[in-house]
């Protein structure tokens, strides 16, 4: 597993991305992933950091560490973990801008 933070370094071929916070690996994440990872498609978990931080001032104590987010996102089986930086700004992206600059 390769660990990344920010996505200019993230591979440019195409891959599944699974976006969330992944303070634990759900069904759905694990839905995205383990398909993909079938069809020998990279896959790619992307998480933004400090989220919680920055959309509610500091809330931060109620979630694993970045490393042990990762290491979680390993277990999920993805390829690639991509660690956002999460500042107002990005946090005031469209979803079509956040698609287009970070997910693409």
Known sequence: MIVLYGHEGAPAEPAAVAVGNFDGVHAGHRALIEPARAFG???????????L????????????SLERRAERRGVAGADVVVMEPFTRECAAYSADRFSDEVVL
């Open 53 to 64: 931080a920055v959309l509610f001032g500091g809330a931060t104590a109620l979630l694993p």
């Open 41 to 51: 498609a990279r896959t790619i978990a992307l998480t933004c950091d400090p989220l």
